[in-house]
């Protein structure tokens, strides 16, 4: 099971990051999908989980409506647009993989928002 995160960086206040989770060693289309995120200092927290089949979404309070998960079955990748972000979206960001007992992890990365 592998999953690779890329697309962080730093991002002005305002900015967009889209950030994208590449899936490999699984049946991909059998697992709900979610990003999480880890600032210093705080515990992990869900930002947002995608279904299986991609019909159905869920956010964090804080992040309705600025940010959008999303994914692609063909070729296993889940997705994270994120708009207007704040100095307090600044975090390592996880992607998450979840079916019944099993969940996977991925390395993270880090997204930095500052002027």
């Known amino acids: 099971v592998q999953l690779v995160e890329s697309g962080g960086g730093l991002v002005q206040p305002g900015g967009s990051l889209r950030l994208s989770c590449a899936v490999s060693?699984?049946?991909?289309?059998?697992?709900?999908m979610s990003w999480y995120r880890q600032a210093p200092e705080k515990e992990r927290e869900l930002v947002a989980t995608?279904?299986?089949?991609?019909?159905?979404?869920n956010y964090a309070d804080s992040m309705k409506g600025r940010f959008t998960i999303s994914r692609d079955n063909v070729n296993n990748t889940v997705y994270l647009q994120m708009n207007s972000l704040k100095p307090e979206d600044t975090a390592v960001y996880y992607c998450?993989?979840?079916?019944?007992?099993?969940?996977?992890w991925g390395q993270g990365t880090q997204v930095t928002v500052s002027s």
């Open positions: 998450n993989a979840r079916r019944l007992k099993a969940s996977y």
């Open positions: 060693r699984f049946t991909f289309t059998y697992y709900d």
């Open positions: 995608i279904s299986s089949g991609g019909g159905s979404t």
